[in-house]
């Protein structure tokens, strides 16, 4: 079943901060987070590991809470260059079958 | 390295007409995706290959049928294409279970 985001789309400044929540009804063994320009591939920034191993991005960070099934992202002092379409994965131990999120739109502005 | 090669980048098809999309990796990764991406509803799994020799079934595999040729290249083919199936396709590797995927250029299907 596909993870819920919200919130669906958030417009920013330039150095505002926003989180987007990722949230699924089964048991997650790994969260994986990738971005999305326009028109372009999606690109890996990071997983979050059952148990607690984050691995990726320096910029950004996330949590991932194993109870309640939810992972969010965290963006501090947002930069133009995050703009884009971020995507969450979430993987139940199926040999790395991901099941994406609908995606949460992000624009930052000057 | 060229990472994720995906060919065509462009194709039309008429409804009825069959066609094989082309992956390719040379980043020696076991795992090998199929994704399709249609506006609001995100990326959805096909088909996936956990390691050469092996494939599965995603969320959406009918009306497609995969090939895991060797350990680079997998295969995505619509044997009978219908409008329903006009999308933007990914291909994706990976090393295996909970690493990360990175994604190829994506093919733009339309069928008519």
């Known amino acids: 079943q596909q993870p819920v985001q919200s919130p669906q789309a958030v417009i920013l400044r330039e150095g505002e901060d926003a989180v987007i929540n990722c949230s699924s009804s089964k048991a997650l063994y790994s969260v994986h987070w990738y971005r999305q320009k326009h028109g372009e591939a999606p690109v890996f920034l990071m997983i979050l590991l059952k148990g607690g191993e984050q691995k990726g991005h320096e910029k950004i960070s996330a949590s991932f809470n194993e109870k309640k099934q939810q992972s969010s992202l965290y963006l501090t002092a947002s930069q133009l260059s995050y703009s884009g379409t971020y995507f969450c994965g979430t993987e139940g131990g199926q040999g790395g079958k991901l099941i994406f999120g609908q995606g949460t739109e992000l624009s930052v502005k000057p | ?112």
């Open chain 2, 1 to 112: 390295n060229a990472g994720v090669t995906q060919t065509p980048k462009f194709q039309v098809l008429k409804t009825g007409q069959s066609m094989t999309l082309q992956c390719a990796q040379d980043m020696n990764h076991n795992s090998m995706y199929w994704y399709r991406q249609d506006p609001g509803m995100g990326l959805r799994l096909i088909y996936y290959s956990a390691s050469e020799g092996t494939t599965d079934k995603g969320e959406v595999p009918n009306g497609y049928n995969v090939s895991r040729l060797n350990k680079r290249e997998f295969s995505l083919r619509l044997e009978s294409a219908a409008p329903s199936q006009t999308s933007v396709y990914f291909c994706a590797s990976g090393h295996q279970a909970a690493y990360e995927q990175y994604f190829g250029p994506g093919t733009r299907l339309t069928v008519t």
